[in-house]
């Protein structure tokens, strides 16, 4: 892509990089993700929101030098993180005359990040206005969506929203404008789940504030433009809300098939019970499929094996990804067989530090599940379909 032409003078100068396949060594890319950029030609100054990912600067620049972009006086910042500051120090080279718009925070990290020196910075604060003649960007602060440093810049004259990461997507399948496809809303999902979720009331907060404003357009720094707004804002709206769906996620790993056959047994009796149960054999599953299904899941029940007395690290890293991530599931359990000793449970219920759900007992076993281990599964199964009853 070039420069594409979005509506009034606003222009989308991103890059798609769809062979990309992992986000921050820890976020899985199915389908890569894209770093948008825009470019805002007013009738008296000009300005790019936000920049590019430190690989494609070179690709970037090149596109802005074919754009016949000879002259720039803002770069407007909305997020310190590389991925979309990545190119300010380049372009604050090639355009001397430019200055680098931003809140205070996301000045302190960007200099911190990119050395780039004080004084190309303009430092603005929450409800300011920069005109560009015809066009006026304001400036809302947003922390935590999910930096400190976050804000959104609203076009007033054109009603065009860009909100940097928030409300984004990492999805590569579209022209310009979203699709609004089943496809999308499970990226938009999965980003959503990785990337905000752990600030899911900042974001509620601000899903508030989006509606308000009403914009025409939404313009996100990852995935697809939204030229029907609606779209995004009633999934964030149920995303971020307090309900949770009659929905158990059953993420384990098992050794020797002894805590599989408990999970199996126990998935059977709740999805008999019309409980929407999925179980993940955390070996051989993607982690942002996992952090996508404990969006709005109730109930979580970790599996696992018992490996040097403890719990298997497969499960361990599940249970600190749920507990990092802050999904807002209401009950969990611990399920698993050993063979010789240990304490599987302690150290699962001790990395719960930050989420708080309702303990439901615990049925561990020892060796091969026998029927009376089987009918303690049986009676977890009723007291979790106890507590969906009351959803
Ligand atoms: Fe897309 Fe927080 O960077």
Not at 208 to 222: A, M, Q, Y
Not at 236 to 257: A, L
């Amino acid at each position: 892509m070039n420069m594409i032409p979005i509506k009034n003078n606003v222009f989308y100068m991103g890059l798609k990089d769809p062979d990309r396949t992992i986000f921050d060594q820890l976020v899985p890319l199915p389908q890569g993700t894209s770093y948008n950029s825009y470019f805002v030609k007013g009738s008296e100054k000009t300005a790019l929101i936000d920049t590019m990912y430190p690989k494609m600067i070179n690709e970037f620049m090149e596109n802005l030098k074919k754009a016949g972009i000879e002259k720039l006086d803002y770069i407007i910042s909305n997020h310190a993180e590389q991925d979309h500051s990545g190119a300010i120090p380049v372009l604050v080279e090639k355009f001397p005359e430019a200055k680098i718009v931003t809140n205070a925070k996301c000045k302190e990290n960007i200099m911190n990040m990119l050395h780039v020196d004080e004084s190309k910075f303009i430092v603005i604060n929450d409800g300011d206005e920069l005109s560009l003649g015809d066009k006026t960007a304001k400036f809302l602060i947003s922390p935590w969506v999910h930096w400190p440093d976050t804000m959104f810049t609203y076009l007033k004259e054109d009603n065009m929203l860009f909100t940097c990461d928030f409300l984004g997507a990492h999805y590569t399948q579209y022209d310009l404008f979203a699709d609004c496809s089943p496809a999308l809303e499970e990226a938009a999902k999965r980003y959503y789940a990785e990337i905000i979720m752990p600030f899911r009331n900042f974001a509620k907060k601000y899903t508030v504030k989006v509606r308000e404003i009403n914009p025409d357009i939404i313009l996100p720094s990852h995935g697809p433009i939204y030229d029907k707004p609606d779209f995004i804002l009633k999934l964030y709206e149920d995303w971020t809300s307090d309900n949770v769906k009659n929905k158990v996620i059953i993420p384990y790993v098992s050794m020797y098939d002894s805590t599989k056959i408990l999970v199996e047994r126990l998935q059977s009796a709740l999805i008999k019970a019309g409980i929407e149960t999925k179980t993940f054999d955390l070996i051989n599953s993607d982690e942002g499929e996992l952090a996508m299904e404990i969006v709005d899941c109730a109930t979580i029940v970790l599996g696992s094996s018992m490996v040097l007395a403890g719990p298997h690290p497969g499960v361990v890293s599940a249970a600190y990804i749920v507990n990092a991530l802050r999904p807002k599931f209401r009950h969990y359990s611990i399920i698993g067989s050993y063979g010789w000793g240990g304490n599987l449970t302690g150290v699962l219920e001790g990395m719960f530090t930050t989420v708080k759900p309702e303990k439901i007992d615990y049925v561990i076993v020892k060796g091969l599940p026998d029927d009376e281990d089987l009918a303690k599964i049986d009676n977890l199964a009723a007291e979790i379909i106890e507590k969906h009853k009351t959803l």
